[in-house]
């Protein structure tokens, strides 16, 4: 018992270690005093001055920013309305068809999406004769278009768990079909649509293929910004700021975790209060 | 369910936070966008105390002329990415900045404009003969040299004690004596390069027996390799993994900087049996490709890049040095490597670390090696021929 402890834990340790030892040298290596990548000369806050005070870095994060915000809501809106429609839909054949339809961005290699959307901007652009059909908006639209349907694969099995009976109770209550939605259905989905938000949000923030593809003159994101640094080493201010969106995303992380598991375990209590009192009430018939 | 909106509310509070960050930080105070589009890495950008070109561009040119200018700073990381941007015809930049054989290639799919040279009197003024007219723009009507660069040998003296600067030759890269301690191009082209100009052959020749040839010593030359590294090469010289390495001089620089204690490398060009420097140029070079919108502010750019006697908000300001310094490759600019500030700064004269000798060493006539151990645009045919080959010594065992 006790050697298949240490296996398990030796196991559990090598997971880990892979898993976060090149992290962890990057966060110690953002704190080294020289410019080395491979010597460590001595602890110093330099790289995080550096990064701070560097505007090209700064102005990528915000682009990188602006651009997963925007894509995660729109697609999260987009996503949802489109689940909650598909969900509605009476025939299976063409559900099943119509869900699959809209998981291919997902199966497709990220490649080759980025090179259609290229083809694609290009055509479009020569026909309506832009100058200039690259910029923000075509990537939003990209970023868009490739995390929907990873919302939707949130949102539909929490459709799908819905009981369906509770719309029908609302309105038999009063409520029009709009309120019902807002009121009763919306509720009930809403941790779906929070997950598919969080994951469009993150996908978009780590995009690199789909964004190279697509981006126009002026609109850097962070990925692009790295990438292109690769011919001259990549600096140390870039570790700085890898550690810094590493802390930032774990506090976020278990900040998540920690709200979510509450709900879970309020939502067990309630569950084994509700089974007591039912058990109670039939201990009371019984003995009756 | 409480809990769920207090969830939500924080994850929305997190995600609008640098959202309306970014939306006051992009204000539209200005009358003309530039687009430039250059290396990652390639400019003088603020960090390191130094000099935000860019920044001040926008003011001077303000100060000058009375007019916003906003500069659209964007990287590429290789010539193809660049060329593949340029030919879907979806984007428009102003200036940009490749090496020479693209150049060549742009030039010959006509997808750069002339300059007018009366906007760029810098050039004139700055750049000697002997960068002008070179083999990829031989009426030098479409480029302004923007940097120069030339590949060398960095070695580890702690491992290899019989060589000195002055008398390396590509033979160091294929000495039974340092095995398994040598890092090679891994690029078909740099790569195929050392072993041509190691046999004397030409870089740019069109007959397929010299690129066998070339295979050839590359092949006996694999089994003494480390590895193929790019930048790799970094971490692998400065640690003391490898002690042999050929690189670019500016990037060599950086490593001699930054190695360890029990490191200690020394850089040299090699040589060919008559003690001339044998070894691969590029030019980086600034042109403004066609779909470029603003050609005369990216004119003024382009002569801004070369100036060294601006006076910005009442302080002087040497754009070109700055740029020079940050980069560390060498520069084109008389008015900035005749300058004896530069020179020592760079550290002219040193005994033990004279960047200034490894960068524009003494003697070299440029124009002539240019010409001679550049790489040219090559038949697409010819280079389908040498990745075959390439591909096929990366399979050898």
Request: charged share 20%; glycine share 4%; hydrophobic share 45%.
């Amino acid at each position: 018992m006790k050697k298949n402890n240490f296996l398990a834990n030796f196991y559990m340790f090598m997971v880990f270690f892979f898993l976060f030892a090149p992290i962890v040298v990057m966060i110690l290596f953002s704190f080294n005093a020289g410019k080395s990548t491979s010597v460590f000369e001595g602890f110093s806050l330099t790289w995080y001055a550096e990064m701070i005070s560097n505007e090209a870095i700064l102005e990528a994060v915000r682009n990188t920013l602006l651009l997963a915000v925007t894509s995660s809501v729109i697609s999260t809106v987009l996503g949802t309305v489109a689940a909650y429609g598909i969900n509605k839909m009476r025939s299976p054949g063409v559900r099943a068809t119509l869900m699959t339809i809209t998981q291919i961005p997902m199966i497709n290699p990220e490649i080759i999406t980025g090179f259609s959307f290229t083809l694609l901007f290009v055509f479009t652009g020569t026909i309506l004769h832009f100058s200039e059909t690259f910029s923000f908006w075509t990537m939003l639209i990209a970023h868009v278009t490739f995390s929907l349907p990873y919302v939707m694969l949130q949102i539909m099995p929490k459709l799908k768990q819905m009981d369906k009976s509770l719309p029908e109770a609302a309105m038999d209550l009063g409520c029009n079909p709009v309120q019902s939605f807002f009121k009763v259905e919306l509720p009930e989905i809403m941790p779906g649509i929070v997950t598919g938000l969080i994951m469009a949000f993150t996908l978009s923030l780590d995009d690199f293929v789909i964004s190279y593809f697509t981006k126009g003159s002026g609109f850097t994101t962070l990925p692009i910004l790295i990438y292109g640094e690769v011919r001259k080493s990549v600096k140390p201010d870039i570790y700085a700021l890898a550690t810094v969106i590493f802390v930032t995303v774990l506090v976020f992380l278990v900040l998540f975790n920690m709200l979510s598991t509450d709900e879970d375990a309020k939502a067990k209590r309630q569950q084994q209060r509700e089974k007591a009192r039912a058990r109670r009430k039939h201990a009371k018939e019984a003995h009756k | 369910m409480k809990r769920l909106k207090l969830l939500s509310a924080i994850f929305a509070m997190v995600l609008l936070m640098p959202c309306l960050a970014s939306l006051s930080a992009c204000d539209s105070n200005y009358d003309v966008v530039l687009n430039v589009y250059n290396w990652g890495e390639y400019i003088s950008d603020g960090s390191y105390d130094s000099l935000n070109v860019n920044e001040a561009f926008e003011k001077w040119y303000f100060q000058e002329y009375g007019v916003r200018v906003k500069v659209n700073y964007d990287t590429y990381d290789s010539n193809e990415s660049l060329r593949a941007k340029l030919e879907s015809n979806a984007v428009s930049y102003d200036v940009i900045i490749p090496s020479d054989y693209m150049i060549d290639y742009f030039i010959e799919h006509e997808m750069l404009q002339e300059l007018n040279f009366e906007n760029i009197p810098n050039f004139e003024k700055n750049i000697p003969e002997q960068f002008r007219n070179l083999f990829y723009d031989p009426e030098n009507k479409y480029t302004v040299p923007y940097t120069y660069g030339m590949v060398g040998i960095v070695y580890d003296t702690n491992v290899v004690t019989d060589v000195t600067p002055k008398d390396v030759t590509w033979d160091l890269m294929w000495s039974d004596d340092y095995a398994k301690q040598i890092l090679q191009f891994d690029n078909s082209r740099d790569a195929f390069g050392t072993a041509m100009y190691k046999l004397g052959i030409s870089v740019n020749s069109d007959c397929p027996n010299d690129w066998r040839a070339a295979y050839d010593e590359l092949a006996a030359q694999k089994p003494l390799l480390k590895r193929y590294v790019m930048d790799q090469v970094f971490n692998m010289m400065e640690s003391g993994d490898a002690a042999i390495a050929a690189y670019y001089a500016g990037d060599c620089i950086t490593m001699m900087e930054n190695s360890s204690e029990n490191v200690d490398l020394q850089f040299g060009y090699p040589r060919d049996k008559d003690g001339n420097i044998c070894t691969n140029l590029f030019m980086d070079a600034m042109c403004i490709p066609t779909c470029a919108k603003n050609k005369e502010v990216a004119e003024a750019y382009i002569n801004f890049m070369l100036s060294t006697d601006l006076v910005i908000d009442g302080e002087p300001c040497d754009i070109a040095r700055a740029n020079a310094e940050y980069i560390y490759y060498a520069t084109p600019n008389s008015a900035v490597y005749e300058n004896p500030e530069y020179q020592e700064a760079l550290g002219k004269g040193d005994e033990e670390c004279d960047y200034y000798e490894m960068l524009y060493p003494e003697g070299f006539d440029f124009a002539a090696s240019y010409n001679e151990f550049a790489y040219a645009n090559l038949d697409p045919e010819l280079l389908a021929f040498i990745s075959d080959l390439w591909l096929d010594l990366k399979l050898l065992d």
